[in-house]
């Protein structure tokens, strides 16, 4: 907590030390997942859905050599109008520290921020993951490394069909990281509540999954578990349109020869602009929908 890099805005800090819920929210999705105005708009309204859950939101990023757990109103137009803000996951942390430029946090960096600030429960709209054609590319998120890793409880909207999703299970699987889907058996695919595959756990009660949490970390297993939560029905984005646009996006990632972190955000941008919005609109209602469950879950894990 008195680590000198970090800088825990004051109403957090005080949370945190009475033990009252806190939601980490991750700067990536801002930076690097949307385009301006709306990730900004998203980020202001997330904020506020988990303050209507009695919950306090700590938006995570790194500027002037700091990891920032909770941004401002300005932070916020920052991150998400600037141009070339470093998309930061592990391994870009000591450079983009020392050398005092803007990153937007990932998953991985997030948590890890999160951690050292005492922060349990991490709301996000989706992880990255083990990606198709792995085997080839050993292209596997640091998100699965870091979840084996750290002990925070990570709400999502289960794993987009850009990754392989049956391959980034069997991840979490040898990482020993519980996933837990809310309401229904099927594991959720980002735009569609389907995926085809059978979650490995289902819970419906907010109560029981804070009480999960709160074992697991008793019994000293380190690491994260991964709640999946189903986008709404409504704002559901048809399977075979998405995998249309997947298919094309990948096609373009593989003809400009887009490498390393590059790919995640190239492939979300070019799925967004295929379906002409209506994947941004999903992707902002599924991220609230998360941060409504997170804030719950936490308010549950802090009585
Ligand atoms: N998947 C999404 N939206 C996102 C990301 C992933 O649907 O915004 C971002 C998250 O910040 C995640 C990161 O941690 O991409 C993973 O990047 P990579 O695959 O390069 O590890
Ligand atoms: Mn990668």
Redesign the pocket.
């Known amino acids: 907590m008195n680590n000198e890099y970090l800088n825990i805005h004051p109403e957090i800090k005080e949370a945190i030390d009475n033990n009252r819920p806190v939601v980490a929210l991750?700067?990536?999705?801002i930076s690097?997942?949307?385009p301006w105005p709306k990730n900004v708009e998203t980020a202001k309204a997330v904020e506020d859905v988990v303050r209507n859950e009695g919950a306090i939101p700590a938006t995570i990023a790194i500027k002037d050599g700091k990891f920032l757990v909770g941004l401002t109103g300005d932070d916020l137009e920052f991150f998400g109008k600037t141009k070339n803000i470093w998309?930061v996951?592990l391994r870009d942390m000591p450079f983009v520290v020392s050398n005092h430029l803007p990153g937007?946090?990932?998953?991985?960096?997030?948590m890890r921020i999160a951690s050292m600030a005492g922060i349990k429960i991490f709301a996000?709209?989706?992880?990255?993951?083990v990606?198709r054609d792995a085997e080839n590319t050993m292209?596997?998120?640091?998100?699965l490394t870091e979840m084996s890793n750290t002990d925070v409880a990570i709400v999502?909207?289960g794993v987009?069909s850009?990754?392989d999703i049956g391959l980034t299970l069997e991840y979490l699987e040898t990482m020993g990281i519980p996933v837990v889907t809310f309401g229904q058996e099927e594991f959720p695919s980002?735009y569609s509540s389907k995926s085809g595959f059978q979650s490995p756990l289902r819970i419906d009660d907010v109560a029981k999954i804070a009480n999960m949490l709160k074992v697991k970390w008793e019994l000293g297993l380190k690491g994260a578990a991964l709640i999946a939560n189903p986008v709404q029905k409504e704002y559901e984005v048809d399977a075979d349109v998405i995998e249309k646009h997947i298919q094309e996006a990948l096609n373009e990632a593989a003809l400009n020869n887009i490498k390393?972190?590059?790919?995640?955000?190239f492939i979300?941008k070019t799925i967004a602009e295929k379906s002409n919005g209506e994947s941004l609109e999903a992707?902002i209602a599924l991220i609230k929908n998360n941060a409504r469950l997170a804030a719950q879950i936490a308010v549950s894990y802090h009585q």
Request: aromatic letters at 2%; a negative charge; hydrophobic letters at 35%.
């Open positions: 991750e700067s990536t999705i690097h997942g949307m998309k996951s937007a946090t990932t998953v991985a960096a997030t996000t709209g989706g992880i990255g993951g990606h292209d596997i998120s640091a998100d999502s909207a987009k850009i990754l980002f390393g972190k590059e790919v995640t955000p979300l992707n």
